[in-house]
């Protein structure tokens, strides 16, 4: 079945700067790669998706890119700022999976006044 | 539109006791889930359900069982509680039924500890 890992699994960035969060899959026939944020005692949250129809997807300060000859994916965060610091989750599916989504382990980013 | 809702948002239980967590939701959603998180490990799906009526085994589902009493409502029930069973449990719901590409909301969570 479908394997997701995360790198890194903790990050602390000065404000300001830029972050990234990288992620592998393993299962070719993915084609959807969703990021999810999540704050301190709350569920996670949709922040940015992918498809493998796409090679790159940019929302403000958040981008995401997606190799699929690699089988990776990232997320690029630009001018960080103090409400960034959250775990962000990658995940990913197909759409023959039945609803299935498999996650990363999650990132710990810290953003350092 | 309150979204996906939980309940409760803490529990403490012994060993071999059960329990049941509540999730609604009100977004004419067709699909829901159950998800666990543990620390380093990320979210590892239970059960879900693609549509009302069915219910399905997910990547963790020993020592649970779920219902689907109707498209607004899925439970999840513990019915010998151990203390591997110890963590935060999130409900999601998305739209579309049976597909794995559609965005999935989460609830608040349930932070459960088994002594």
Not at chain 1, 30 to 38: E, I, L
Not at chain 1, 69 to 91: G, M, N, R
Not at chain 2, 39 to 58: F, Q, V
Not at chain 2, 84 to 96: D, E, H, R
Request: aromatic share 10%; with cysteine.
């Amino acid at each position: 079945g479908e394997n997701v890992e995360q790198h890194p699994s903790t990050l602390s960035v000065q404000e300001g700067d830029s972050a990234v969060i990288k992620c592998t899959y393993s299962d070719s026939a993915s084609n959807y790669f969703p990021w999810y944020k999540q704050e301190l005692g709350k569920g996670p949250q949709l922040i940015i998706d992918i498809r493998s129809n796409v090679g790159e997807k940019k929302d403000q300060r958040i981008a995401v890119t997606l190799n699929k000859t690699a089988k990776h994916f990232s997320l690029h965060i630009t001018e960080t700022q103090p409400e960034d610091s959250a775990v962000y989750f990658c995940a990913a599916s197909k759409s023959s999976s039945a609803s299935k989504i498999i996650f990363g382990s999650g990132t710990r980013l810290s953003i350092r006044p | 539109n309150a979204g996906v809702t939980q309940t409760p948002k803490f529990q403490v239980l012994k060993t071999g006791q059960s329990m049941t967590l509540q999730c609604a939701q009100d977004m004419n959603h067709n699909s829901m889930y159950w998800y666990r998180q543990d620390p380093g490990m990320g979210l590892r799906l239970i059960y879900y359900s693609a549509s009302e009526g069915t219910t399905d085994k997910g990547e963790v589902p020993n020592g649970y069982n779920v219902s689907r009493l109707n498209k607004r409502e899925f439970s999840l029930r513990l019915e010998s509680a151990a203390p591997s069973q110890t963590s935060v449990y999130f409900c999601a719901s998305s739209l579309y039924p049976g597909q794995g590409t559609d965005t999935q909301y989460f609830g608040p969570g349930t932070r459960l500890t088994v002594l």
